[in-house]
């Protein structure tokens, strides 16, 4: 072999390695458009981290640009209104980002206003499509079988309890916590706290509620189908809670003030979701023992034997209702950087980066190899794989899944701060007026 040819055969061998040491990291620049910056929103704070989910942002951002040279720029929109606005920014035309963190109880919505752009092919062909649950990529699919998004987490709603104020385990039903809730009331507790208004008190509290009486959200067409004699039990059931002063007045309000009653235990249980434990914090327990240990105060709690969980509570005869919800990745149609926003999901489908997701974020990896790593193999964990094993149910499929939500969580509080309304004919009225608004 001549000095040329042998020139030629070594960089034909590093071309080639180049290119299988690219194919196998999956964090390679995949085009021009990949090297560019890319706009992301999401709901977590990267620039000035308050909690374990801003912070885990905010370590992926650096991450990401010293790993790949890449970088992204977040975009923090209010919790509560970045699906919207996601819809909105892709109708008006307006700005729109290259990538979305997204809540999979939206993508009705999303699919009927074609907002997100078709992942399918990307999704398949991608290293980590076998390594993800079926549960979770089934969160991510139309009903025409297109993937509209990448599952990133999996959440949980379930109960919080301490267990010297429910020595017996928390109540499996709602009769059951009646009688215990006139116990506790007596040592001036409340038996329970938790998110009465907005549609976060839908999704945590009111969902498991519904579900085990029999009580319709929507029908087949995505329109409201809730009033209905299951929906009035719940209201009469939460109605009692209040009325008898077993549940704090503030868990009608907005915001969350309504978990301090818990946090310092004036209530013995609190029903929220397993993305509640990075804020529960700091914990007062019964007998005044502090925990103060960020995002680890649960589970610090939990092995002193202080603190316990339960599945969602439900009516007698019921079976619990765990909301099944994925927070993921999606691309809106507009996205100026399409090869970019592909290039950061296959960073974030790595095993590790997945896994400090689900860490912290309060919830399940998406990828079963990122929940076969040590951090879940804990008593909370556990217990949360468990919960979403048994009991997880999709959340309702409302066509404006915000104005349906609202709709119903407004008429709940409504009923229930005022006690001498007619459930059936509120419950009636506010889903004549939703269904209305889609005509």
Same mark, same amino acid.
């Given at each position: /072999?001549?000095?040329?040819?042998?020139?030629?055969?070594?960089?034909?061998?590093?071309?080639?390695?180049?290119?299988?040491?690219?194919?196998?990291?999956?964090?390679?620049?995949?085009?021009?458009?990949?090297?560019?910056?890319?706009?992301?929103?999401?709901?977590?704070?990267?620039?000035?981290?308050?909690?374990?989910?801003?912070?885990?942002?905010? #370590? +992926?951002?650096?991450?990401?640009?010293?790993?790949?040279?890449?970088?992204?720029?977040?975009?923090?929109?209010?919790?509560? $209104?970045?699906?919207?606005?996601?819809?909105?920014?892709?109708?008006?035309?307006?700005?729109?980002?290259?990538?979305?963190?997204?809540?999979?109880?939206?993508?009705?919505?999303?699919?009927?206003?074609?907002?997100?752009?078709?992942?399918? #092919?990307?999704?398949?062909?991608?290293?980590?499509?076998?390594?993800?649950?079926?549960?979770?990529?089934?969160?991510? +699919?139309?009903?025409?079988?297109?993937?509209?998004?990448?599952?990133?987490?999996?959440?949980?709603?379930? @109960?919080?309890?301490?267990?010297?104020?429910?020595?017996?385990?928390?109540?499996?039903?709602?009769?059951?916590?009646?009688?215990?809730?006139?116990?506790?009331?007596?040592?001036?507790?409340? !038996?329970?706290?938790?998110?009465?208004?907005?549609?976060?008190?839908?999704?945590?509290?009111?969902?498991?509620?519904?579900?085990?009486?029999?009580?319709?959200?929507?029908?087949?067409?995505?329109?409201?189908?809730?009033?209905?004699?299951?929906?009035?039990?719940?209201?009469?059931?939460?109605?009692?809670?209040?009325?008898?002063?077993?549940?704090?007045?503030?868990?009608?309000?907005?915001?969350? #003030?309504?978990?301090?009653?818990?946090?310092?235990?004036?209530?013995? !249980?609190?029903?929220?979701?397993?993305?509640?434990?990075?804020?529960?914090?700091?914990?007062?327990?019964?007998?005044?023992?502090?925990? *103060?240990?960020?995002? #680890?105060?649960?589970?610090?709690?939990?092995?002193?034997?202080?603190?316990?969980?339960?599945?969602?509570? @439900?009516?007698?005869?019921?079976?619990?209702?765990?909301?099944?919800?994925?927070?993921?990745?999606?691309?809106?149609?507009?996205? $100026?950087?399409?090869?970019?926003?592909?290039?950061?999901?296959?960073?974030?489908? $790595?095993?590790?980066? *997945?896994?400090?997701?689900?860490?912290?974020?309060?919830?399940?990896?998406?990828?079963?190899?990122?929940?076969?790593?040590?951090?879940?193999?804990?008593?909370?964990?556990?217990?949360?794989?468990?919960?979403?094993?048994?009991?997880?149910?999709?959340?309702?499929?409302?066509? *404006?899944?915000?104005?349906? /939500?609202?709709?119903?969580?407004?008429?709940?509080?409504?009923?229930?701060?005022?006690?001498?309304?007619?459930?059936?004919?509120?419950?009636?009225?506010?889903?004549?007026?939703?269904?209305?608004?889609?005509?």
């Amino acid at each position: /072999m001549n000095k040329t040819s042998f020139s030629l055969f070594r960089l034909t061998v590093v071309v080639l390695c180049i290119f299988t040491l690219a194919g196998v990291s999956g964090l390679q620049r995949t085009s021009a458009l990949a090297e560019k910056p890319i706009t992301l929103w999401t709901k977590l704070n990267a620039a000035s981290p308050q909690t374990s989910q801003d912070q885990w942002l905010a #370590d +992926t951002l650096k991450a990401y640009t010293k790993d790949t040279g890449n970088e992204a720029t977040n975009v923090v929109l209010p919790y509560d $209104q970045i699906n919207s606005k996601i819809n909105l920014a892709v109708q008006s035309k307006g700005d729109v980002p290259d990538l979305a963190m997204i809540d999979g109880q939206y993508l009705a919505f999303f699919v009927h206003n074609g907002t997100l752009m078709d992942l399918t #092919d990307f999704v398949k062909s991608a290293p980590w499509f076998k390594d993800l649950t079926p549960s979770s990529i089934a969160a991510c +699919t139309a009903p025409d079988g297109k993937i509209m998004c990448v599952p990133g987490v999996q959440t949980a709603s379930f @109960v919080y309890y301490w267990k010297s104020m429910y020595p017996n385990g928390f109540p499996a039903t709602t009769d059951d916590l009646l009688k215990e809730a006139a116990r506790l009331k007596k040592e001036g507790k409340y !038996a329970v706290t938790f998110k009465g208004s907005e549609n976060f008190s839908l999704e945590v509290c009111y969902f498991s509620l519904m579900h085990s009486a029999g009580a319709a959200f929507n029908d087949e067409n995505g329109k409201a189908a809730w009033a209905n004699p299951g929906t009035v039990k719940v209201i009469e059931f939460v109605r009692t809670l209040f009325k008898e002063k077993y549940a704090p007045e503030v868990a009608l309000a907005t915001g969350f #003030d309504y978990e301090n009653a818990f946090k310092n235990a004036d209530a013995g !249980a609190l029903l929220a979701g397993s993305w509640s434990y990075a804020f529960l914090n700091p914990l007062t327990a019964p007998d005044g023992t502090k925990f *103060d240990n960020g995002p #680890d105060s649960v589970s610090n709690a939990a092995k002193a034997g202080k603190l316990g969980y339960a599945p969602p509570l @439900v009516f007698p005869g019921g079976k619990p209702a765990s909301q099944a919800n994925i927070t993921g990745w999606a691309i809106p149609v507009g996205s $100026q950087n399409v090869e970019g926003a592909k290039a950061f999901i296959n960073y974030l489908m $790595q095993t590790k980066v *997945d896994a400090a997701f689900g860490v912290g974020f309060g919830a399940m990896p998406a990828m079963l190899s990122a929940r076969a790593e040590d951090v879940f193999k804990g008593d909370y964990w556990k217990t949360v794989a468990e919960i979403q094993e048994k009991y997880s149910v999709p959340l309702p499929f409302l066509v *404006d899944y915000d104005k349906g /939500m609202l709709a119903l969580a407004d008429t709940f509080t409504k009923l229930v701060s005022q006690p001498n309304l007619d459930p059936m004919k509120e419950l009636q009225a506010a889903q004549d007026n939703y269904n209305n608004s889609l005509e």
